[in-house]
C-alpha cells in the first residue's frame, strides 16, 4: 500500500484540496487464548488501510478505506466531505516537515519471526505458572505478539514510515477451594523480556492471599495504589482534563491553571514519546509532528496541556506530539504518549504504618472528568499493619478527587510498571476516604 499512499496524495491534490494527508497502518497479530487450563483458539489476524484527510477553504473531510478498489471513490469522499463542510476559524495548516528523534527499542525482530507455535508456548507458560502453586484455576487468559507498520504523508513535506512490535500476556485465575477469591496480573512489552511463568504465579499467589477477606470500618487512612489501579484512575479522572480540547471546550478541572501549584512539590509528571522501548514511543506522533518529552507537572506545578496539531493551531502554541488515532478509520485527537509518574521512592509498604493497599480497581471509567471525583471498588486490598501486609479485605470501594489526590501523595514504591502507556509505581496517598 506504499505506492498507493502516494497515488492517494496525488488524487486529493488534484481533487481540489489545498492541503491533504495520508495515513496508512498495518498489523499482523498474533493471539492465543485459553480458558481454564486448556488452549480455546490460536489466530492469526491482518489488517491494512489508509485514511484520508483533506482541506479545502478551512474545512477538513475525512474518509478511509482497506480496498484499494475503492481508493478513488475514497479521495473522493474526503473532498466532497471538507467541500460541504463549513470554514473552519481555527483550522490552521497540516504540520510541516520537521527534524525526528532516534528512538530506540520499537522494534524486535525475535517477536517479529515467532510462530505460531512459539507463541501457543508462552500462552502455556502462563498456564502452568499458574499451576506452581496448588488451589488456583486459570480462568482465562492469553499471549499476544503483533508487528505494525506505519505511513504518514502530507502535501507539507511530512513523510515518515516506522515499523514496531509488541508482545502482551495476560490471566485471570480464581481459587478452587474454600472461599473464593480471584486475582489478575499481565504485562505488555515490545520485545521477549516478560517471564509469562511469573505473571501466572503471581496471580495465583494473589488469589490465595486474597481469601479470608475481613470487613474494615468506614474511615480516612493512607492508601497505597499499585501501578495497575493508580494508572486507572490517571487515564480516567486526571488525563481528561490535561487534553488541550477539553480545555478548549470547558470540560477541563484545569482551566486557567497553568503556572499553579496542583500537587506536592516532590511529584513531576512527563509526557514523552521517546522512552526506550516504551509502548507509545515513536519517532512522530501519528500525525508526522515529531515526538518530544514534554513536562507537565514539575515539582507540582502545571506546566502545559497536552496538545495534538489542530488544538495547538487553536491555542496558537507548538504542537507537543500528541496528535493520536485508534486506527487507520478514525480522524487524530490528543492523546498520551508514556505518561511517566515521577516521585521520590522508597520501600512504601515498610513505610507505612498503617494503611490499605490496594493491587486493582474497577469502576474508574466513572469519575467526573470535570471535577475530578471518582467512586471506585477495590480489588484485591490488604491492611498494613507496621509496615507489612496484614490481611486481605473483602470489600472495599474508595472515594476521593483526583485533584485532591495530587495534593496528598507521600510516596512512591520502587515498582514501576509500564501499564499500557502509562509508567508508574505504586503510589500512597494520605487522607482517602474508604468503605468496608
Known amino acids: 500500500m506504499y505506492e498507493l499512499a502516494r497515488k492517494a496524495l496525488k488524487l486529493v491534490e488534484e481533487a481540489g484540496a489545498e492541503e491533504a494527508e495520508i495515513y496508512y497502518a498495518a498489523n499482523h497479530s498474533t493471539g492465543v487464548n485459553f480458558k481454564k487450563d486448556a488452549l480455546e483458539n490460536a489466530k492469526d489476524r491482518f489488517s491494512e488501510g489508509l485514511g484520508i484527510r483533506a482541506i479545502v477553504n478551512g474545512a477538513v473531510g475525512f474518509a478511509s478505506t482497506n480496498f484499494a478498489g475503492e481508493l478513488e471513490n475514497t479521495v473522493k469522499i474526503a473532498v466532497a466531505e471538507a467541500r460541504v463542510r463549513e470554514n473552519d476559524p481555527d483550522w490552521v495548516a497540516l504540520p510541516s516537515n520537521g527534524k525526528y528523534p532516534q528512538v530506540s ?12 507455535e512459539e507463541c501457543i508456548g508462552y ?24 508487528k505494525s507498520r506505519r505511513l504518514i504523508l502530507n502535501t507539507n ?23 473464593t477469591s480471584t486475582a489478575y496480573d499481565f504485562a505488555v512489552s515490545r520485545s521477549l523480556d516478560i517471564d509469562f511463568f511469573a505473571l501466572g504465579k503471581n496471580a495465583s499467589e494473589l488469589a490465595l492471599k486474597s481469601r479470608g477477606g475481613i470487613k474494615i470500618e468506614q474511615q480516612k487512612t493512607d492508601v497505597i495504589f499499585h501501578p495497575f489501579a493508580f494508572s486507572d484512575i490517571l487515564e480516567e479522572a486526571l488525563a481528561p482534563s490535561i487534553d488541550a480540547d477539553n480545555v478548549q471546550k ?6 486557567d491553571k497553568i503556572g499553579e501549584e496542583i500537587a506536592v512539590p516532590e511529584l513531576c509528571i512527563y509526557d514523552d514519546g521517546l522512552v526506550e522501548a516504551g509502548i507509545d514511543t515513536s519517532a512522530s506522533d501519528d500525525e508526522g509532528v515529531p515526538s518530544q518529552h514534554t513536562t507537565v507537572i514539575e515539582n507540582g506545578v502545571l506546566e502545559t496541556y497536552l496538545y495534538d496539531n489542530y488544538t495547538a493551531g487553536k491555542a496558537g502554541v507548538k504542537s507537543t506530539g500528541n496528535g493520536s488515532r485508534s486506527s487507520y478509520t478514525s480522524s487524530p485527537g490528543v492523546g498520551l504518549r508514556n505518561f511517566v509518574i515521577d516521585h521520590p521512592q522508597e520501600d512504601i509498604i515498610a513505610n507505612t504504618t498503617s494503611g490499605v493497599f490496594v493491587n486493582t480497581i474497577i469502576g474508574a471509567h466513572t469519575a467526573n472528568s470535570i471535577s475530578g471525583d471518582f467512586s471506585v471498588e477495590a480489588r484485591n486490598a490488604f491492611t498494613i499493619k507496621d509496615g507489612v501486609l496484614d490481611k486481605p479485605v473483602k470489600s472495599l470501594m474508595i472515594s476521593g478527587n483526583v485533584f485532591e489526590l495530587l495534593k496528598n501523595i507521600t510516596g512512591a514504591g520502587f515498582d514501576v510498571r509500564k501499564v499500557g502507556g502509562i509508567i508508574t509505581p505504586s503510589i500512597r496517598v494520605s487522607g482517602m476516604s474508604v468503605i468496608g
Open 250 to 255: 470547558g470540560r477541563s478541572g484545569l482551566i
Open 157 to 179: 513535506g511530512i513523510e515518515i514510515e516506522e515499523e514496531s512490535t509488541g508482545v502482551s500476556g495476560f490471566v485471570d485465575v480464581i481459587t478452587v477451594n474454600g472461599d
Open 123 to 146: 500462552a502455556v507458560e502462563l498456564v502452568k505458572g499458574t499451576k506452581e502453586i496448588p488451589g488456583t484455576l486459570p480462568t482465562s487468559g492469553g499471549f499476544t505478539r503483533s
Open 105 to 116: 527499542g520499537i522494534f524486535d525482530k525475535k517477536v517479529e519471526a515467532l510462530e505460531l
